[in-house]
């Protein structure tokens, strides 16, 4: 219950950190990926989710990895928990995207991350949910150490 009180009081908060901004190295694709829509650019330059699915058009170089993960050795709350961050994660860009994104990021970065998720219209990111996925993810950086 404590958790979800500090994950409600960073969600009234949290601002748009990551949401304007645009890593090197990220690339927008004018075609979506999951439906072939072909989107329009605006004239400040392309846009960031697919006019018609509201799939991402950004390509990070993470995208590029693996779309799944072996959880055969993790417990059995944590794949659930995975099973949650993959129909929530791939609903709107690959997979691959925050499982390439796990090692890179910390663990608040993740949170603020998560709460941004949360805030998006559409995303399907509930606070249950999120809480779910920042589970996963702390298991699975704890194992990499």
Same mark, same amino acid.
Request: glycine residues 8%; aromatic residues 8%.
């Given at each position: 219950?404590? +958790?979800?009180?500090?994950?409600?009081? $960073?969600? @009234?908060?949290? %601002?748009?950190? =990551?949401?304007? *901004?645009?890593?090197? &190295?990220?690339?927008? /694709?004018?075609?979506?990926?999951?439906?072939? #829509?072909?989107?329009?650019?605006?004239?400040?330059?392309?846009?960031?989710?697919?006019?018609?699915?509201?799939? +991402?058009?950004?390509?990070?170089? !993470? /995208?590029?990895?693996?779309? +799944?993960? /072996?959880? %055969?050795? #993790?417990?059995?709350?944590? !794949?659930?928990?995975?099973?949650? #961050?993959?129909?929530?994660?791939?609903?709107?860009?690959? @997979?691959?995207?925050?499982?390439?994104?796990?090692?890179?990021?910390?663990?608040?970065? =993740?949170?603020?991350?998560? $709460?941004?998720?949360?805030?998006?219209? &559409?995303?399907?990111?509930?606070? /249950?949910? %999120?809480?779910?996925?920042?589970?996963?993810?702390?298991?699975?950086? +704890?194992? *990499?150490?």
């Amino acid at each position: 219950m404590k +958790s979800r009180v500090v994950i409600v009081l $960073i969600l @009234l908060l949290a %601002g748009g950190v =990551w949401a304007s *901004q645009v890593p090197p &190295g990220v690339v927008f /694709d004018a075609k979506c990926r999951s439906c072939k #829509f072909v989107n329009t650019h605006e004239k400040n330059g392309p846009k960031e989710l697919c006019e018609k699915c509201r799939y +991402s058009l950004a390509i990070y170089p !993470q /995208d590029k990895g693996s779309n +799944s993960m /072996d959880t %055969g050795g #993790f417990p059995a709350e944590i !794949q659930e928990n995975y099973k949650v #961050f993959a129909r929530s994660c791939s609903k709107c860009h690959p @997979l691959a995207r925050p499982i390439g994104h796990i090692p890179l990021k910390t663990i608040e970065e =993740w949170k603020k991350y998560v $709460i941004i998720m949360v805030r998006k219209p &559409g995303s399907g990111v509930t606070l /249950d949910s %999120g809480l779910k996925v920042l589970k996963l993810i702390e298991y699975v950086k +704890s194992k *990499q150490r």
